[in-house]
């Protein structure tokens, strides 16, 4: 630990020292780099894709392609289209008896960041925050994760041909993470679960060392009475079984009116079949990252089974089939609160759906637990999504489709309370990774002279103009 702590704090020096040497690298010099970037994520695509399937076991090429090659381009190309105007000092309103002054918003580098990243977007969620970091003019040092370790050298081969190690540095291997959040960062995000985000802050603490915190969340989904069910499965399982359900804001559970459960539960096992005809030895339908992993999950649905739900999955016959490392799509209905798929998040392709009869004993559910990083809501009623967005505290919001809203580069991403701090995407994250610096620009004329000391007249009748 003491060895690996001095190796990090080598590389951390290394890049502290270039960013006091070299200062903030101009626009021109980081569109280069992000441009370069580029060029190496589409060069090494289907080597990402390969490496992330091999750590997975099997992961869906095209699951791939989207998720980790398709965001991480187009938050590039984002980036680099707006990156100008970013960087421009913004002005800021002077109350009057300031004028004719000047006040300036200046967007300054933080120095050294730090980037923990998660195995169940390995890729995308280590280059993402990497991204906005580059463009807030920072020096960085990714951590991937350690449960990803072809991902790992894959994102070292990339990194080491487009930087140097004083400008980004890729760290991995037994016994980093303690090492890696002791290092005095300007900035640390990491992405990952709850309980390791707490160690993350509280060793962050001891070098006051601002932190985000993007982490998990029991994101609910609710179905309107007024919502077509079939419309709205349709974008459920989708999202919920992309990545096998290894996706942080996926909907953790489905609040359906109790009117529309039997519909609901026909069209999604349809569905299902539909999107998965087979589910064990499909190449769109991706394992569980490790058999830890998989033995939770499987002993969640045990568990709910032994406790009286009932359990639909469609592919049952195949269940035994095979040993790849492959949960089925699960359906559960007649859940209760002392079932683990109800106190736990589940992060597996595993949907608990829960009755309702009225929308307001749903709203008083999500409120009377902690918040989630996603909130996701079926309806075409304005003054139901209205009541929801006014009546719930959530990370982010979906209305009427689920994860969309984590690509949309205009919105910030980030949790609320237990589900996490602090933004990110596009020009939020740009935002995060910079000290904004207020700047007053005083004017040759003003008048501020007239009330220092000695006070007298003049300031008695200004100081009555203003307080009385």
């Known amino acids: 630990m003491d060895n690996q702590f001095e190796n990090l704090h080598e590389i951390f020096e290394e890049q502290r020292r270039a960013f006091l040497k070299y200062g903030p690298p101009t626009l021109g010099s980081r569109t280069i780099a992000l441009s370069q970037l580029e060029e190496q994520i589409l060069l090494y695509k289907n080597e990402i894709a390969q490496a992330i399937s091999s750590d997975f076991g099997h992961r869906s090429y095209h699951e791939t392609l989207m998720a980790e090659i398709f965001v991480c381009i187009k938050s590039i190309q984002h980036t680099k289209k707006y990156l100008k105007k970013w960087m421009k000092p913004r002005k800021r309103p002077v109350p009057w008896y300031c004028r004719p002054a000047k006040a300036k918003i200046h967007y300054q580098p ?64 037994p016994g980093v993470n303690e090492a890696f959040i002791q290092l005095p960062f300007n900035h640390l995000l990491y992405t990952g679960s709850s309980q390791v985000g707490k160690k993350v802050m509280r060793a962050a603490s001891e070098n006051l060392t601002p932190v985000t915190l993007e982490l998990g969340g029991r994101s609910p989904v609710i179905i309107a009475e007024d919502y077509p069910v079939q419309k ?75 406790k009286g739900a ?76 209205d009541t929801i967005l006014r009546s719930t505290i959530s990370g982010g919001v979906c209305m009427n489709d689920t994860l969309l809203h984590f690509i949309q580069d205009d919105l910030p991403f980030g949790g609320v309370g237990h589900s996490g701090m602090g933004r990110y995407h596009g020009f939020y994250g740009f935002e995060t990774f910079s000290n904004l610096k207020g700047v007053f620009y005083q004017s040759r004329v003003n008048i501020m002279g007239s009330l220092r000391p000695p006070y007298g007249r003049l300031f008695k009748s200004v100081m009555d103009y203003f307080i009385n």
């Open 232 to 306: 709205a499965v349709n974008s459920i399982l989708t999202g919920k079984l992309f990545n096998a359900g290894q996706t942080c804001i996926a909907a953790n559970h489905a609040f359906v009116h109790k009117s529309q459960m039997n519909r609901f539960l026909e069209h999604a096992l349809k569905v299902i079949h539909k999107m998965y005809p087979t589910a064990l030895d499909n190449a769109d339908y991706t394992n569980i990252i490790s058999k830890e992993r998989y033995d939770k999950l499987r002993n969640m649905i045990e568990d709910a089974k032994s």
């Open 110 to 173: 933080l120095g050294v960041v730090g980037i923990m990243s998660p195995w169940n977007y390995p890729f995308q969620l280590c280059f993402g925050p990497m991204i906005a970091a580059l463009a807030a003019g920072n020096r960085i040092m990714l951590k991937p994760s350690g449960r990803t370790p072809e991902t790992c050298k894959i994102i070292e081969k990339i990194i080491t041909r487009v930087f140097e190690r004083h400008d980004v540095a890729v760290v991995y291997g």
């Open 310 to 385: 009932a359990i639909y999955q469609p592919h049952e016959k195949e269940l035994h089939q095979s040993n790849k490392r492959k949960i089925l799509p699960t359906l559960i209905v007649n859940t209760t609160m002392d079932m683990l798929v109800m106190k736990e998040e589940i992060f597996g392709p595993i949907l608990p759906i829960i009755p309702y009869e009225s929308l307001y004993d749903v709203i008083d559910e999500i409120s009377h637990n902690q918040r989630p990083l996603a909130l996701y809501c079926f309806t075409d009623n304005q003054e139901t999504m």
